[in-house]
């Protein structure tokens, strides 16, 4: 069955640094777009990133440029996410998604990993 | 961008009873690209309805949606305990964009 497990969340000061990880299965991993979302305690849902299969095409919230990176090892399964210059307002549960061929519209999501940003 | 916007904020209704959700957005969206989801208290969001009116895989046919160009509507009918959670709408054109969520309580 499709699986998607994030991983590389943890408390972290301002300033700081994390990469993120999610490890997928169950399905051809190289043949899907992939996105990044993240869930603000007690807010909606905010859109990050998005990597096309091959990487060759990302794109990011105009919001959120410039401090993120979207990434994938299509050998390994595996999609990236590297934040820097954490901020207290990055705090977030942050999720993988796999998206419908074309659409980007998202069909399965990971349980997300969480991300405290405090000094 | 397009800015998407939800109504009511929160619903509140019993069992049995239907459940009509709005999404409203700022600029005409191509309705293949417009999805919504269901997100249970502590749970990752699921995907219920894409381009609109096709319910993703598992989806009950208590749920169904319309809509086109800024205007688009999620119904659930004969509602039940477990539909309660936050809905949201989701577009994809020049960037994805979510509304900011409908909150559902059953009676």
């Known amino acids: 069955q499709v699986q998607l497990v994030e991983s590389g969340g943890g408390l972290v000061k301002p300033g700081g640094s994390l990469r993120l990880s999610c490890a997928v299965s169950g399905f051809t991993f190289k043949d899907y777009y992939m996105s990044w979302i993240r869930q603000a305690p007690g807010k909606g849902l905010e859109w990050i990133s998005y990597?096309?299969?091959?990487?060759?095409?990302?794109s990011y919230a105009d919001s959120l440029r410039g401090r993120f990176s979207i990434s994938r090892d299509n050998s390994k399964n595996s999609l990236y996410l590297q934040i820097n210059s954490l901020r207290t307002e990055d705090t977030a549960m942050y999720y993988c998604?796999?998206?419908?061929?074309?659409?980007?519209?998202?069909?399965?999501w990971g349980r997300g990993t969480l991300v405290t940003v405090s000094s | 961008e397009v800015v998407l916007t939800q109504s009511p904020g929160t619903l509140s209704l019993s069992p049995g009873e239907r459940a009509t959700l709005s999404c409203r957005a700022s600029?005409?969206?191509?309705?293949?690209?417009l999805g919504w989801y269901h997100q249970k208290p502590g749970q990752a969001p699921r995907l219920l309805m894409y381009a609109s009116s096709y319910r993703a895989t598992g989806i009950p046919d208590r749920f169904s949606g319309s809509g086109s160009g800024t205007d688009f509507t999620l119904t659930i009918n004969r509602l039940e305990p477990e539909d309660l959670g936050v809905y949201y709408c989701q577009q994809y054109g020049s960037s994805i964009t979510f509304g900011q969520g409908t909150r559902l309580e059953i009676k």
């Open positions: 998604a796999r998206a419908i061929t074309v659409t980007n519209l998202f069909d399965y």
């Open positions: 990597i096309s299969t091959s990487g060759s095409e990302v």
């Open positions: 600029q005409s969206v191509n309705s293949r690209y």
